[in-house]
């Protein structure tokens, strides 16, 4: 070989290697929002708690700035039904605090919008709350 393809081979090598990280490498796909609780008492000021999820490695993500809630009985059939969401300090790291008023019994959306810090995109959920009577 000579020094030239030496480091043409090199050069390829390492942009396979780059490439091949690629995935392991953190990706906005990877996190995910999970109730901590997945019901709540129907009525006023409930809290919910949710934790940030890097699914590669299992573990919670502190950095992550929500930008936007929403709160809805859409599972329910009933999207026009918006209850307001107030962000609360949160008592563990990784984890995010809401309080709500759960004006009605049954199933209800929370629709959450991160962004995850050194990450391009954003951590898009929508989960499930159910409130019981
Ligand atoms: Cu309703």
Avoid: C, H
Avoid at 23 to 35: G, S, T
Avoid at 102 to 107: L, N, T, V, Y
Wanted: net charge positive; charged share 20%; proline share 5%.
């Amino acid at each position: 070989m000579t020094g030239f393809n030496l480091a043409r081979a090199a050069a390829a090598a390492l942009i396979g290697v780059a490439l091949a990280g690629l995935p392991a490498r953190a990706d906005i796909k990877n996190y995910e929002f999970q109730l901590v609780q997945p019901t709540v008492q129907a009525g006023a000021d409930r809290t919910v708690t949710v934790r940030l999820v890097d699914k590669t490695t299992g573990k919670s993500v502190p950095d992550g700035v929500i930008f936007a809630t929403r709160l809805d009985m859409a599972p329910d059939g009933m999207q026009e039904m918006v209850t307001k969401v107030t962000a609360v300090p949160a008592t563990e790291p990784g984890t995010y605090r809401f309080k709500a008023t759960f004006s009605m019994a049954g199933r209800w959306q929370l629709s959450l919008g991160a962004k995850v810090q050194g990450e391009t995109g954003s951590v898009d959920n929508k989960l499930v709350i159910t409130a019981d009577k």
